[in-house]
């Protein structure tokens, strides 16, 4: 049974033989109304503060979500960033290697052909001081047949 107060303001009592004061009765009946009508107030109040609570929290579960989404989002972001970074790297350093072999190779060509000139050259000094010496000697041999007599 729900108790306003009113209900408990306009309540009546029978009378009997020697009953309550009637004045003192209507008294405390008017305070007990006024402190229900108080507390029905307060509660409403209350209530309406739940409501409002209830509310913010639930915006704040949703900011909340929002945020975890937006952080779930962010590491994603940042593990395909970091892939990608890796997979630039790798490919970077493949191209760095095949430009070190590359060069290695030229410098091994290079090298070859050094030396194959340097040979040909040690060729053409050999061949020159052989035709040299035999010219030399031919001369010593024509200086020996003109100094001997």
Avoid: H
Avoid at 70 to 78: G, H, K, L, Q
């Amino acid at each position: 049974m729900d108790l306003t107060p009113l209900d408990v303001r306009y309540q009546e009592f029978k009378q009997g033989l020697r009953g309550y004061a009637v004045a003192e009765v209507r008294e405390y009946l008017a305070q007990v109304a006024d402190r229900l009508t108080a507390l029905t107030e307060e509660n409403e109040s209350l209530r309406e503060r739940i409501r409002t609570l209830e509310s913010e929290l639930s915006q704040a579960r949703e900011g909340e979500a929002d945020l975890k989404r937006a952080v779930v989002a962010a590491e994603r972001i940042a593990r395909d960033i970091k892939q990608q970074a890796e997979r630039e790297a790798e490919l970077i350093k493949r191209e760095a290697e095949s430009a070190r072999e590359q060069t290695m190779q030229e410098i091994v060509a290079e090298m070859k052909r050094i030396r194959g000139d340097i040979e040909a050259l040690r060729q053409e000094r050999d061949l020159f001081v052989n035709q040299f010496r035999a010219l030399l000697e031919g001369y010593l041999t024509s200086l020996d047949r003109y100094k001997r007599p």
